[in-house]
C-alpha cells in the first residue's frame, strides 16, 4: 500500500479559477517524488492542500490509510520548506531550528539533543550560532531544510527551494538535498518547474499541467517514454516532423507504416540528441538494422557550438529538425549548405493522436 495517496483532488478558486482537476498521486515511503510542471499548473495548490493550507473542493487525502482531510495543518506532522527562506532574522540558527519545537511542547533536554542533529544533516553544526544574515542563500536554504526536519515529519513538502539560488549553488545544493533526503528516508514530495532538476532528484515524477496529472513515472520513463506530446515537449525537446510523402516513406522504412496509416491525424517527433550523424559511408548503418532505422538527408542550416555539445539544425524532406551531437569536432564541415545524413532509429520515435496521446510504444521501461 502507498505511504501517501491523494485520489481525485479537485481544488476551485472563487467557483471559476479550477487550479486542480482530478489529480490523483501516490507517494511511496521514503520515495523522492516530484511535482514537475509549468507555472500555474498548480503544483502549490496540490502541496498546500496537502499540508492543510487549503481545502480540497472534492477529493481524498490519505497518509498510512488515515483521512488528512479531517486532521488540522498544525497536527498534520508535515514539514514544509518554501521557495523563500522563511528564517527570522534576529534569532540565530539554533534558536530558527529549534522554532519549530516549540508549539510541540518538546523538553529543553530534547530540543538540545535534536537541533544539532537536523544542523550535522545539513552540515551547519558549526554555524549554529550565526545570524541568517550573515549567511549566504544556500546556508539560509539549509536553516530551512533543518527546520522542518527537525520536527521529525512524516512527509517533508518542499516547493522550489532552489529558485533563489545561482544556478551552480542550485545543482550542488539540489545533490545535497537527494543525499540527506536518502539518509533520513522521510517521504519527500518536491515542486519544482526545473526539467533537469527533477530528472536529477527524483525517485518519480509527475508531469502536470493545466490542474491535472500527464503522466507520472521514473525519470527514465518520463524522459525516455513520454506518454503525452505535452510531456515530450516539456521534458526535453523534439523535433516535429512535417507530415506529407516523404514522412510517410520515412515511416514505412522504420516499420511504422501501419500503425500511420491507421492513425491518420498523428503527429511524428523525433529527440535531438537520438539521431546520429552517418560519417564516411551513408547507407551502411540502416543496411545493418533494416527495418528499424532509416536515413534521413538533410543540408545544414544552422549551426550552434555550446561547449559541450553542438546544435546542428538541417532541412530536410520531413523539415527542419535539430540535432544535437555531443562530441562536434571541428566547426568546419557544419557550414551552411553543407550535405549531412543522420540515422534514425525507431525507438526514438514518438507518435501522438490528435488528443495528445502516444500511439506508438517506447523503448525505456
Ligand atoms: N488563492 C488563490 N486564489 C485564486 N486563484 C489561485 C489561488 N492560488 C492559486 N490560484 C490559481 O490556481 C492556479 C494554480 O496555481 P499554483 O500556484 O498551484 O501553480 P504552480 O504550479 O505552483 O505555479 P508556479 O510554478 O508559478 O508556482 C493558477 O491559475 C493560480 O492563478
Ligand atoms: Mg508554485
Known amino acids: 500500500m502507498s505511504y501517501l495517496t491523494v485520489t481525485n483532488a479537485t481544488k476551485v478558486f472563487g467557483g471559476t479559477v479550477v487550479a486542480l482537476a482530478d489529480a490523483s498521486i501516490s507517494v511511496e515511503p521514503s520515495e523522492f517524488f516530484t511535482l514537475l510542471g509549468p507555472s500555474g499548473c498548480g503544483k ?20 498510512n490509510g488515515k483521512d488528512l482531510r479531517k486532521v488540522p495543518p498544525h497536527k498534520r506532522d508535515i514539514g514544509m520548506v518554501f521557495q523563500d527562506y522563511a528564517v527570522f532574522p534576529h534569532l540565530n540558527v539554533f534558536d530558527n531550528v529549534a522554532f519549530g519545537l516549540k508549539p510541540r511542547k518538546v523538553p529543553a533536554a530534547e530540543v538540545k539533543k535534536r537541533v544539532p542533529e537536523a544542523l550535522e544533516a545539513v552540515r551547519l ?33 518542499m516547493d522550489e527551494p532552489l529558485s533563489n539560488l545561482d544556478a551552480k549553488l542550485r545543482v550542488e545544493l539540489r545533490e545535497e538535498i537527494r543525499e540527506i533526503q536518502k539518509k533520513v528516508g522521510i517521504a519527500t514530495i518536491y515542486v519544482t518547474h526545473d526539467q533537469e532538476e527533477a530528472l536529477a532528484i527524483s525517485d ?5 499541467s493545466d490542474g491535472h496529472v500527464e503522466q507520472i513515472g521514473t525519470p527514465e520513463q518520463i ?11 516539456f521534458v526535453g525537446t523534439i523535433n516535429t516532423m512535417q507530415p506529407g510523402a516523404a514522412l510517410d516513406g520515412l515511416l514505412g522504412q522504420l516499420g511504422l507504416g501501419d500503425l500511420a496509416a491507421a492513425n491518420a491525424d498523428a503527429s511524428w517527433s523525433v529527440r535531438p540528441e537520438s ?7 551513408p547507407g551502411a548503418d540502416a543496411k545493418a538494422a533494416a527495418g528499424t532505422n532509416a536515413e534521413l538527408n538533410g543540408a545544414v542550416s544552422k549551426y550552434t557550438y555550446i561547449g559541450r555539445e553542438s546544435h546542428l539544425q538541417l532541412s530536410t524532406d520531413v523539415g527542419e529538425i535539430v540535432v544535437h551531437i555531443a562530441n562536434p ?30 500511439i506508438n510504444t517506447g523503448p525505456a521501461k
Open 44 to 63: 502549490t495548490t496540490l502541496l498546500r492542500s496537502i499540508a492543510g493550507f487549503h481545502d480540497l473542493t472534492s477529493g481524498e487525502i490519505s497518509i
Open 125 to 157: 553544526e558549526a554555524l549554529a550560532e550565526r545570524l541568517p544574515s550573515a549567511m549566504s542563500g544556500g546556508q539560509q536554504q539549509r536553516i530551512g531544510l533543518a527546520r522542518a526536519m527537525v520536527i521529525n515529519p512524516q512527509l517533508l513538502l
Open 204 to 208: 518519480r515524477i509527475c508531469v502536470m
Open 223 to 233: 524522459y525516455g517514454d513520454p506518454q503525452t506530446r505535452f510531456v515530450a515537449n
Open 275 to 281: 539521431l546520429q550523424i552517418i560519417q564516411g559511408n
Open 329 to 358: 569536432g571541428p566547426s568546419s564541415k557544419y557550414t551552411p549548405g553543407a550535405p549531412i545524413t543522420v540515422n534514425i532509429e525507431r525507438q526514438s520515435v514518438f507518435g501522438f493522436a490528435a488528443t495528445g496521446d502516444r
